[in-house]
Structure formats: C-alpha cells, structure tokens
C-alpha cells in the first residue's frame, strides 16, 4: 500500500514562501510521475504542478515563474518550492503518485492513484 505523507503547509503573508514535502512509501518511488493539486475553499481541486520519473517539471499555468518542483529519490520525497504567494494561493495542497511507471505527462487528476491527506496553506494579505 502506498502512502504519502505532506508536510510544510503554514500561514504566510503575501509575497512570502513555503516549501512542501511530500514523502512517499510502499513501492519504487523512481518510477514514478508524482504530482501537487490544490483545492480552495468551495472551489474544485486543481493541477499545480508534476515532476516526471526522469524529473521533467510541468507547472499550471498561475504558477509558471513562481512554484518549482523537485524530488530527491534518495529520500522518496517530493517537494514544491512557493515564492511570491498570493492570497488567491489559499488552499488545502495535495501530493499524488501516478498509477503508471514511467509516464512522461501525468497532468490531470485520473492519472494519479494515491494521494496525501492534504497540508493547508494560508497566505494572508
């Protein structure tokens, strides 16, 4: 059984950063897509961000410029840097593992078979 477990969330004002950690367990964390989606208050979840097993990045297109993603395989972990945070940031952020090894794109939430159970992020004006 997979599991994931986040861990960085916080309040922070508004130009600020955090940085996420997500670290995995139950299987070959290499191969492996690993994905971030967030879900704001009365609001649906949405991509933020993906790393590929061979570490290619994709990035909603809000977050371009702002978020990087990186996993350290070591580790098991995946983590997403947040510079320049807005209040529109606001939301209860997910880790995903994807259902397929070795995929190049895995961006929309289907792709993914596990998820953590959320790190609530607060960015205050």
């Known amino acids: 059984q997979v599991q994931l477990v986040e861990s960085g969330g916080g309040l922070v004002q508004a130009g600020g950063s955090l940085r996420l950690s997500c670290t995995a367990s139950?299987?070959?964390?290499?191969?492996?897509?690993m994905g971030w989606f967030r879900q704001a208050p009365g609001k649906e979840r949405e991509f933020v961000a993906a790393?590929?097993?061979?570490?290619?990045?994709y990035f909603a297109d809000s977050m371009k410029g702002r978020f990087t993603i990186s996993r350290d395989n070591r580790k098991n972990t995946v983590y997403l840097q947040m510079n320049s945070l807005k209040p529109e940031d606001t939301a209860v952020y997910y880790c995903?593992?994807?259902?397929?090894?070795?995929?190049?794109?895995?961006?929309?939430?289907?792709?993914?078979?596990?998820w953590g159970q959320g790190t609530q992020v607060t960015v205050s004006s």
């Open positions: 995903a593992a994807d259902r397929r090894a070795l995929r190049l794109w895995a961006l929309i939430q289907n792709d993914y078979e596990y």
């Open positions: 139950g299987r070959t964390f290499i191969s492996y897509a």
């Open positions: 790393i590929s097993w061979s570490e290619s990045t």
